[in-house]
């Protein structure tokens, strides 16, 4: 018994430095990463408590503690571009599209060219 205690300390213990070096920094809260695995190697029990429940984001079905704070940034410290869209088309798919793209522009080309002699009797010098 005199040695679970401890042990179940170490484990809670790696558990949250392993947890802390694995996130993004966007996804930990109140301090910075090297300042939590301080926290954590000095205080084991009480770092790796108050980092579950206070230093750690939560996906959308964790846990969640509303809080009334005000977003602070570090000068230099800008947000993230959003990401660029993917596209999951095919190739064939993206190169039929394209086909498809080119026909349209070459009906509106004849349709106008067909407009302009129409209206001027002749076809346009461009």
Known sequence: MTVLFPVLILALMIGALIDIITREDGQVKHLPKVFWIILVIVVPLAGSVIWFLVGREYGEGGVRIPRMRRERRAPG????????????????????????????????????????????????AD
């Open 77 to 124: 410290r800008e947000q993230a571009p959003p990401a660029a869209p993917v596209d999951s088309r095919s190739t064939e798919q993206q190169i039929a599209d394209l086909d498809r793209e080119i026909e349209e522009w070459r009906l509106r080309a004849e349709i106008e060219r067909r407009k302009r002699e129409e209206d001027g009797g002749g076809p346009a």
